[in-house]
């Protein structure tokens, strides 16, 4: 049996990986868009494993490698990954077999979830095709994205279309004016009279563990890109062994590595077979540990370089940046007030609701 050339994959990945932080400074520049990047992704096949991973612990060390080399690009290729899954979980055969073979072919898929001020709707139905109204915004990958997974109202409650993202008259990249994550190509996404194809019933893009619940391919970014704050952290303490400094590494590199090990459990638990609503929690909690580990690594990390971690064109400056707006999710304390109430009302102990052995 032929065995896939497992070093030689892993070289191209490393490759393509490193092209692609070698370009992040000019892409955060608006020098050069993302779509070099996501081709190198697809060249080297990390979009395709992301897109059916082998297994969660696999898929969050790719999107971590992501996180630490631009959170921009994979920003984009964690909705690749989340539109195919979504698709796999919820479309039927023939939706299933067709947007693979589109993806196989090149097509990048998105997920525009965050209304606009217009909230998007379907405005005529007929049997799984729709015709839909009302906005996007914070639509990532504008220019680059060639269909989106949305989430819009009906009579029935929330419904998932899959629509065309390429019309560029219907994007205002414009409207996005934050500070951070600029190479996106985020914006609005207007949506009127945009034909699209229902994908499941009503309700399914809410069910848990696999709404919320993903929240963990988020935090794997965000897990990279303290990872990178840190390696720029240790090359400059290399040259300035001070007991403080050594201390200040050591926290720094304990506290990335435990948040690795807290998305790595809680993927493995969201992405089970067999995974039950509740798990969601522990996808809720590992987040909020990310963004806390994140926030305290940011701030060491401005401790140990000093000024220079402020400097204009300078790595950890644009990391720092798009770290910081990535971790502004919605909802943050309504996220820690359901885990806190899943974790009270579990009937297993602290210490045993998500593994193994947990009791019934």
Same mark, same amino acid.
């Given at each position: ?110 997920? /525009? ?62 409207? /996005? ?38 929240? /963990? ?144």
């Amino acid at each position: 049996m032929n065995r896939p050339d497992t070093r030689g994959i892993l070289g191209a990945t490393s490759a393509a990986l490193a092209r692609v932080a070698a370009r992040a400074a000019a892409a955060d520049a608006g020098e050069r868009d993302l779509s070099e990047d996501i081709a190198d992704l697809r060249r080297c096949g990390l979009l395709d494993r992301l897109s059916h991973p082998s297994d969660p612990k696999a898929a969050v060390t790719l999107l971590r490698r992501l996180g630490r080399a631009n959170l921009s690009v994979g920003r984009l290729a964690e909705g690749h990954m989340n539109a195919l899954r979504l698709i796999a979980l919820y479309g039927d055969a023939d939706q299933r077999r067709r947007h693979r073979a589109d993806a196989a072919k090149g097509v990048l898929y998105g997920v /525009w979830g965050a209304d606009d001020e217009r909230p998007a709707r379907i405005e005529k139905m007929e049997g799984r095709r729709v015709v839909l109204a009302g906005g996007k915004r914070f639509a990532s990958g504008l220019g680059l994205v060639d269909r989106s997974i949305v989430s819009v109202g009906g009579l029935d409650g929330t419904r998932l279309a899959v629509v065309a993202a390429t019309d560029g008259t219907r994007a205002d990249a414009g409207a /996005w004016r934050m500070s951070g994550m600029r190479a996106t190509a985020s914006g609005t996404f207007n949506l009127d009279g945009l034909e699209g194809e229902l994908l499941g019933a009503p309700g399914d893009y809410e069910t848990e563990p696999r709404f919320e619940g993903g929240v /963990w391919r988020y935090a794997a970014l965000h897990v990279g890109a303290l990872e990178a704050m840190a390696e720029a952290a240790r090359q400059a303490i290399r040259k300035d062994q001070r007991e403080a400094q050594l201390r200040r590494l050591a926290r720094l590199v304990a506290s990335a590595h435990a948040a690795r090990l807290m998305v790595e459990a809680a993927a493995a638990a969201v992405e089970a077979e067999d995974a039950r609503p509740e798990t969601v929690a522990l996808s809720l909690l590992a987040r909020e540990f990310v963004e806390t580990s994140c926030l305290e690594g940011i701030a060491m990390v401005d401790r140990a370089l000093g000024t220079r971690a402020f400097a204009t064109g300078a790595a950890v400056e644009r990391i720092r940046r798009d770290l910081q707006l990535f971790l502004r999710q919605a909802d943050l304390d309504g996220k820690l007030v359901r885990a806190g109430a899943l974790v009270c009302q579990a009937n297993a102990p602290i210490g045993e609701a998500w593994g193994r052995e947990a009791p019934e």
